[in-house]
């Protein structure tokens, strides 16, 4: 290990590490803009659920090299082409997870919102979407931590964050192992990190739920 | 806005799938009245009261409050006037207690702190301490949410209330506690409550008016509970109401009429020759009373009065509130067979056999038979 290099290096590493951050938040908070809506009208229509499961599985499955390359062609050498990849992978959990939160309010509280008198929207904004915040979040943190380790592919195009420390300052330098380990150790550290923050937001937004029963 | 009458015409119900739930159904639930609607399961209770605040369309005829139909008013409008209460609560698991009960005066537009100020009122209307305020229905025992329920629905001071069997998911004991206090609550209140049951108990202790109904959504008979008792119009009804019909139209009877002897009444300062008299007469047993004539105990004619020996009155009855059920529990409790009857402030009045009882019930039924032909 390297520490001189680590120390010469500090704000290059804090930059790919800013980097990293944005690279990873970014699509999970567009793949929410686009799953909320989505696994809303799912859980009011249910015969479009099965269509939009299979859609968003199978984009899942597309190798994300597969689509790098495509994209490079409609937008180019662009942080767009590493988001929108990453983007598309949180479909498949995030709208699952919505439509999951949507069933988990109990048939009653539905009954008793709209027999005192609730609105479809006034239902959907005050109590629907209150009730299935566990599990939205709980979408929310799977696909952050498992974009926070995806995002060091783009690395191949030249925006990986932290990924960068795998190919430019790693493999290219001769296998300099120093800026590798660097690299592991900070993804992860973020991985954990994150995942603390999101459990914490949680608690935060959901003061009403039992706790310890795995949430 | 005042308690409102509602008007069941021709109304019926077909479900898409061809089920009749609801036949023709013409009834009217009175203005300050609790109507209890009851009947075996799947007999159409439910989608009965869900069609009053608009939960479900009737297919033909219409349901009318004071008059109007309930279809001009905008539904959401409509159901802010009208109380609701179902089985499981349902309350809203993401907000506290006192919002809960706060919802919907603040959906009328009430602020949030003049709301919560009614809710915390609320609260304790329904037996509630203003502490169980902050919590979380799941917080909550099955008997509290039950009561936070109630509260809820009454948090806006609708005219009319609908209450799909709000009481039947507790133990039988919070039960009989929730029924009484809800008794009380009505007393003060005086809504327009529809019930929902199908425990024939309940029925009778809650309701103004039952309206039983038989599978296929018919409505076979609409009677106060006395009358339903002592005259079911046909073998469903009576079948329904079970086998203790008889024991039970006694909760309808009124015991002031029960001949009372004073002669068994006795204190520590009884003459011995008194008690032996007693005895001779058939007597075993003498009611020992205190200085203040509260019941102390049974006492053997053939012993010394003592407090020591006493066997405890384990039921009293009052003539000028209770009936006739009470009175002959009351006999049928005691060591003498003889019911003890007090006053309002506990003092004894006398004592009456099971036979004078009995006399007293066959009166009270031959006159409410001449009250019903008379009316
Ligand atoms: N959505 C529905 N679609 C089809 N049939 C229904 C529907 N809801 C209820 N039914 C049927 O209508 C009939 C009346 O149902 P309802 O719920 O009103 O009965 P209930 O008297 O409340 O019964 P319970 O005491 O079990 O609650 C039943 O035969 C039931 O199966
Ligand atoms: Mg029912």
Redesign the pocket.
Known sequence: MNWEWVTGHLPLIGQLLGEHVFLSVLPVVIGLAVSLPLGIVCSRYPALYGPVLLLTSVLYAVPSLALFVFLLGVTGLHTTTVVIPLALYTLSVLVRNVVDGMRSVPDAVRDAAVGMGFGPLRRLVQVELPIAVPLIMAGTRVATVSNISMVSIGALLGFGGLGQLFTTYGIQLNFFLTAILTGVVLTVALAVAADTIIVGIQRLLTPWAPRGAGR | MWPAMITFEHVTKR?P?G?V?VEDLDLVCPTGQITVFV?P???????SLRMINRLLEPTEGRILVDGNDVRERDASVLRRDMGYVIQQAGLFPHRTVLDNVATVPMLLGVSRKEARRSAAEQLERVGLVPELGKRYPYQLSGGQQQRVGVARALAADPPIMLMDEPFSAVDPVVRGDLQREFLRLQDDIGKTIVF?T?DVDEAVKLGDQIAV?ATG?HLVQVDTPERLLAAPANEFVADFLGGDRGIRRLTFLASDRVGLDESDVVDSTVAPGLLEALGDAGRDWALLVGADRHAVGWVPTSGVPAAAAARPVERTFNPAADSLRVALDSALLSPAGRAVAVDDDGRVLGTAAHADILRAVTDEVARSQRVEAAS
Do not use: P, W
């Open positions: 479900y799938d089920t739930a009947g399961s799947g007999c159409g209770k439910t989608t929902v199908h109904f959504g």
